[in-house]
């Protein structure tokens, strides 16, 4: 069932209030990694708490504990969880946004004040957390005015579940979430989760919806030999340098093609069925579009597909630093670190490839015949996740997208990971949805991001209309 005409008029009409609400939480600095900003993560979590109970919702703050940061023991930032709506014969959906944001200074390189929401002339919003996440956030804010104004019923019951530690790892809500659906708990009874944070279209031409996520395992490789640090001029030739040993099991990882040369990693990765490759020629994003978003013409491969699938579908192994050398001095370093990480797809998880990739560098180190130590740390990762496309919850986001901006969306996975959709796929048993609000140059943890205008208004209505098709399409007999 579309979206009411009066509810799409409502959000353009009051396009400029909606802007000043925006301009009102980007002027909260929520800042949630920075100990100096802790009371702000809480007025930002009591100014959200504030908004909901305005439009009727039942709302509970919830105290996620404590925690240390930079030497100290800090209080968490509440919860804030609500809920409207107890109709048995309607479906309930479960919303989650976060409402902390990354540091920012005038100083990195803004080119305005970055906790001052500044409308450029061409409906650009910028300000921090304007995309990530307080936009989008706020969508579901301008949806629930509307009802609320009109004593207009909700088609779905709603329970939110927003969070403010989101940029600094989350740290109690999975425990929350588990508790929480268990019976009697919050989120007791959702059929369907919605997740409105940190995914974004590809381009800025074709709305998406993301359906999978990459998991992380993140490894880190030290070799070490001599007491101290040598002389090159001295010592080199001599003894067995760990940088030698390092950069050569870091060559044995990955080649120039990002093919993975660990045995055993891409074979656990199924082949993809034999009508994919037109799953992936359909997106609207091509070899141009992550030209111009890197900056140079440097893709892998000239074929689209092949390029879209090894960010989409299949595992990556991306090398990352080297610890412990000295630029421009000819030592021979005693220690040295190298880190790598590898994206993961289903069905592997960090737990699998972990002794795969464990047993390979032990045997490649093994085969050196170096008399160097060396020892491997595997850091916490988080497993992939992907749901089914063509599940309601899908369907009923897809025809709102179709409504509200007239297209058939494009289906994606992210290449990057977001913990929370596991989270509340495994907790809840439902379906989780990610829906985007902003575009794919909006900068999120960059300097100047913004928020287009259009993406902010039409994306409201999105909401609203997505809440509807559930509505009308999956409801309770």
Not at 71 to 90: H, R, S, T
């Amino acid at each position: 069932m579309p979206a009411p005409p009066e509810f799409l008029k409502f959000i353009d009409d009051n396009a400029e209030s909606f802007i000043q609400r925006l301009a009102e939480a980007v002027a909260i600095p929520s800042v949630s990694a920075d100990v100096k900003h802790r009371d702000d993560v809480f007025r930002m979590a009591h100014w959200l708490d504030a908004q909901l109970k305005s439009y009727g919702v039942e709302t509970k703050l919830v105290d996620l504990g404590k925690h240390i940061m930079s030497g100290q023991e800090l209080p968490l930032p509440p919860a804030v969880l609500g809920k409207i709506g107890n109709d048995i014969n309607k479906k309930t959906v479960l919303i989650y946004a976060h409402f902390d944001v990354q540091p920012a200074h005038l100083s990195d390189g803004w080119a305005t004040e970055p906790f001052k929401l500044t409308v450029s002339p061409n409906g650009q919003l910028f300000g921090r957390g304007s995309t990530d996440d307080k936009g989008p956030l706020l969508g579901w804010l301008n949806v629930l005015q509307w009802h609320s104004e009109n004593n207009k019923e909700l088609p779905v019951n709603i329970k939110f579940c927003f969070e403010g530690m989101e940029e600094s790892g989350s740290d109690g809500l999975e425990e929350l979430v588990e508790r929480e659906v268990k019976k009697g708990g919050w989120f007791e009874d959702v059929d369907c989760v919605c997740i409105s944070s940190d995914n974004y279209w590809l381009n800025t031409r074709t709305p998406v919806l993301t359906y999978g996520l990459r998991g992380i395992s993140y490894f880190k490789v030290t070799v070490s030999g001599p007491a101290w640090d040598l002389h090159s001029g001295m010592y080199g030739r001599t003894i067995h340098e760990p940088m030698t040993d390092l950069v050569m099991l870091m060559s044995k990882l990955v080649d120039a093609k990002g093919n993975i040369l660990i045995p055993g990693i891409e074979d656990m990765v199924p082949s993809p069925p034999a009508d994919e490759q037109a799953f992936y020629e359909r997106i609207d994003y091509g070899i141009e579009d992550i030209e111009t978003a890197v900056g140079a013409k440097i893709t892998l491969s000239p074929n689209k597909v092949d390029v879209l699938m090894g960010r989409m579908r299949c595992p990556a192994l991306s090398l990352h630093c080297i610890e412990g050398g000295a630029v421009a001095k000819t030592v021979i370093p005693a220690k040295v670190t190298g880190s790598f990480s590898l994206r993961l797809v289903p069905p592997q998880t960090p737990d699998n490839v972990r002794p795969l990739v464990t047993s390979y560098l032990e045997s490649e180190f093994a085969k050196s015949g170096s008399k160097n130590a060396m020892s491997i740390e595997n850091m916490p990762g988080g497993k992939p996740w992907a749901a089914d496309i063509y599940h309601w919850n899908y369907e009923a986001a897809k025809e709102a997208m179709r409504q509200v901006y007239g297209v058939e969306p494009d289906m994606a996975r992210d290449g990057g990971s977001i913990p929370v959709a596991l989270t509340f796929a495994e907790a809840t048993g439902g379906n989780v949805l990610l829906l985007p609000m902003g575009r794919g140059d909006d900068g999120a943890h960059s300097t100047n991001e913004k928020l287009d205008r259009f993406n902010f208004i039409e994306g409201s209505k999105l909401m609203g209309a997505y809440l509807y098709e559930l509505g009308a399409s999956v409801r309770k007999q």
